[in-house]
C-alpha cells in the first residue's frame, strides 16, 4: 500500500512560484505512476500532470504545460510540482496520486488508487 502526504501549499501573488512535494510511503512507490490533481471550488477533479515510475516519461495537462514541472526522487519517496507563472485560475486544493496498476500511465483519475488529502494553493491578482 502507499500513503501519501502533501505540503507546500499557500499563497501566493500571480506570477509568482510554488514548489509541492508529496512525501509517499509504501514499497510500491517506485514502481508507480504518479500524478498531481487540482480541484476548485464547484469543479470536477482537474487532471495536472503524472510522472512514470522510472520518470522518463511525463505529462501535463494544457492548463499547465509550460508552467508546471513535475519530478519524482524515488530514494526520497518523494514526488514535487514546481509551479511557475502562476496565474488566479490556478487557485485549487492540489491532490498527489498514485497509480500502482503498472499500466501505461493516464491522466484519468479514475485510474489512481492512492490519494494524499491535498494543498490549498490561492493565487492572487
Known amino acids: 500500500q502507499v500513503q501519501l502526504v502533501e505540503s507546500g501549499g499557500g499563497l501566493v501573488q500571480a506570477g509568482g512560484s510554488l514548489r509541492l512535494s508529496c512525501a509517499a510511503s509504501?514499497?510500491?512507490?517506485?514502481?508507480?505512476?504518479m500524478g498531481w490533481f487540482r480541484q476548485a471550488p464547484g469543479k470536477e477533479r482537474e487532471f495536472v500532470a503524472f510522472i512514470k515510475w522510472s520518470g522518463d516519461s511525463t505529462n501535463y495537462g494544457d492548463s499547465v504545460k509550460g508552467r508546471f514541472t513535475i519530478s519524482r526522487d524515488n530514494a526520497k519517496n518523494t514526488l514535487y510540482l514546481q509551479m511557475d507563472s502562476l496565474k488566479p485560475e490556478d487557485t485549487a486544493v492540489y491532490y498527489c496520486?498514485?497509480?500502482?496498476?503498472?499500466?501505461?500511465?493516464?491522466?484519468?483519475?479514475?485510474?489512481?488508487?492512492?490519494w494524499g488529502q491535498g494543498t490549498q494553493v490561492t493565487v492572487s491578482s
Open positions: 509504501g514499497r510500491t512507490f517506485s514502481r508507480s505512476t
Open positions: 496520486a498514485a497509480d500502482s496498476t503498472y499500466s501505461t500511465p493516464t491522466g484519468d483519475v479514475r485510474r489512481y488508487n492512492y
